[in-house]
């Protein structure tokens, strides 16, 4: 039997030798001796490592994307959602590699994914997940089986019970709601932090701009500084979140600016917490930059840093599959599909972005250019305008990538339209329906 040293002398020299059979070998290694493993290498070594990651994902996102073009285009109902997940452990894999490299806790933000199916996987990588209240809250208690942390702009009285009951951290948005609540929920062993606003933020739609003028998230420095000496005994952690799929060096800037207004304060707590908006799984992502930010701000100040992407945890791990039901002129011609914009991916229209239709290209890039639109009655249901190199014709599938985060979470019955069925592609490449929608989900909506 190899011993674990000469395990990670093989694992440098292919590091070395840039073979990706270090990125395989790596993954198997236990959690203590990945750990020993990159605390030993050098900088250049490490990045070389964190190349040969990226460069690893990239490999398998590609092949499964091939095969998953092939399964759609099979004799399945549509619409139907597809989760992948051998591409959600490959992006679960690049979170724990920042977790070996730095002792950060990630938390998966249920907000923008909550299809509980794949969260035994997730829970393997994961430290826990954050909530935005009680149902959230409930789900990951019962589903996840790890840490909850649990924020809310405000909390409603009669489900703060249950909101203790199910959360292992609350974090409160004003000195107010602190004091309602604050030494209720300390009395019960849960730990209490504070959303502040850090100051300094770069997202450009200011609907997602959490520290946009007038913003009603986050503690303001001038009210934290007025009032925090007073329940200073009773807060273990600040919280702030200011990004939206957004890369390191913005989480950078914001730093600074965070440490600016509260770092007095930082070393006297337990832990703070980075928030979410990290695009940490994008492939131009510069998780190097992200991993020396973290160790210089734990080292700095001796607390425990958390992070909450959602986004990350499953970008491009989900595909909405579609078939075309008719195809208009008018002026340009309209294939309408059996899913929607509207109803089945709004952020679609509410960001708004144009998905990516696999085999298809920017408007007039290829020969055949086509406007994709839904079958609701909202004149706007349309997904954008894509160009393929053959004419598509009635019956086809498409593709849209991109489609498990902010969209199952999100999506509505608007015109009586059926949600898509929900089908997660297991890692032994079985294909499981998880679920199936009818009419007793909308009309139990209604009243």
Known sequence: MIRPDKKIKRIIQSILANDLLAVRDYYALSEDARRKMVTELGPSVLRRLTRLIKKCKKQVFASENKRLLKIAQSDIATPVYFIDEILIEENMKVLRYVKD??????????????????????????????????????????????????????????????????????????????????????????????????GHSEVLTEMYNPCAPCSRLGIINHTFEKYFSGYRNIVEGLHFHAMCEQ???????????????????????????????HHITRDDYDLERLIKIINGFKQKYGVQVYLEPGEASVLNAGFLASSILDIVTNQMDIAIVDASAETHMPDVLLMPYRPHIIKSGQSKEKKYTYRIAGLSCLAGDIMGDYSFNKPLKRGDKLIFTDMALYSIVKNTTFNGINLPDIAVIK??????????????DYKNRQS
């Open 247 to 277: 890369d390191s060096d913005i989480l950078e800037r914001i730093l600074n600016s965070f440490e600016k207004l509260y770092g007095q304060h930082i070393k006297n707590l337990k832990w703070v917490n980075f928030g979410g908006g």
């Open 427 to 440: 890692d032994d490449k079985r294909i499981e329906v998880i679920k199936i929608f009818d009419y007793n």
């Open 101 to 198: 490299r730095t002792g950060c806790k990630i938390l998966h933000a249920l907000k923008a994914y909550a299809s509980f199916a794949t969260f035994p996987l997730m829970r393997e990588y994961l430290d826990g997940v954050c909530a935005s209240g009680l149902h959230e809250a409930r789900l990951g208690f019962e589903e996840f089986k790890k840490e909850v942390h649990t924020f809310a702009a405000a909390y409603r009285d009669k489900e703060m019970d249950q909101i203790i009951r199910y959360s292992d951290v609350i974090i409160f948005n004003s000195f107010y709601q602190l004091q309602k609540y604050g030494l209720r929920a300390k009395k019960k062993g849960i730990e209490i932090g504070l959303r502040v606003n850090p």
